[in-house]
Each structure stands twice: as C-alpha cells, then as structure tokens.
C-alpha cells in the first residue's frame, strides 16, 4: 500500500533536497533543473543550473508534481509503459509522466512532497532525485 501524506515539506527542506541533487549533478558534470513541489504537487522551491536545456524546467516540475500526486516514482510509469502491451494506459492518466526523475519525498512513514530532475538521461536525473530524496531522510 502506499505512503499517506502528511504536513507538506517546508522550504528548508525543499532547498536542502534540491542542494542535494545538484551537488550529485555537479559531481558527474551534469547540468539539471529540479523542482520540490508538496503534497499537492504545489511548487514550494525550483533551481536550475546554468547551460541547462529549457526544456528542462517544465519536466523537472512535471516530474515531481506526477510523483506527489500519484505517490509514485515517475520510474513506475516508466517501467509499467514498457511492461506489457496493456501499460500504453499510463498515457491516459493526466499528470502521470512516464520517465524516470520524479520521486515522493517521504519522512518517516509519510509523503511530504517530491522532488524532479531534468536535464540528463532518465537513470541521471534519477540518480540526482535519489541525492535529493536521501537529503530529507
């Protein structure tokens, strides 16, 4: 089953998780954008790195706005597209993004937010989500 929410990351922790996954960035010479968003997928902090894509800053939010709301790993959606013929619903679903980089922030047993990476390949910016999620803990 699935985490429950609770009381929504605050901005302290939003910007030690996005430090987090930035430094992993900079140490594999990666250029991201993340976004921390709560548990209603609402933007609590962004940062972007210089020389990253544009592009990258709507999927970093997009990113962690998917896994808040469908307390999931966007990787799910990833792995579950691919799985059988049957995972083309995931395009249905709105909100839910099907590349890795999305992960819920949770604390103790609770969600609190989440946070998104874009801008390097989906294990990259799941790697740097990860950096970001462990800062919480």
């Not at 929410?5 to 922790?13: K, M, P, V």
């Not at 976004?35 to 902090?45: F, K, M």
Request: proline letters at 4%; charged letters at 20%.
């Amino acid at each position: 089953m699935a985490n429950t929410y609770g009381t929504s990351i605050d901005l302290a922790s939003a910007k030690r998780a996005a430090a987090a996954a930035i430094a992993e960035a900079q140490r594999n010479d990666w250029t991201m954008a993340v976004a921390v968003v709560d548990i209603a997928g609402e933007l609590v902090y962004f940062e972007k790195m210089d020389d990253t894509q544009n592009g990258s800053v709507r999927v970093a939010v997009a990113k962690a706005r998917s896994a808040a709301l469908f307390k999931r790993p966007t990787r799910a959606f990833q792995d579950a597209l691919t799985a059988t013929p049957d995972g083309l619903r995931i395009l249905g679903l709105e909100g839910a993004v099907p590349v890795e980089g999305g992960v819920p922030i949770v604390v103790g047993d609770r969600i609190v937010g989440a946070i998104g990476l874009s801008g390097g390949t989906s294990p990259q910016d799941g790697q740097c989500a990860k950096a970001g999620v462990d800062a919480t803990a």
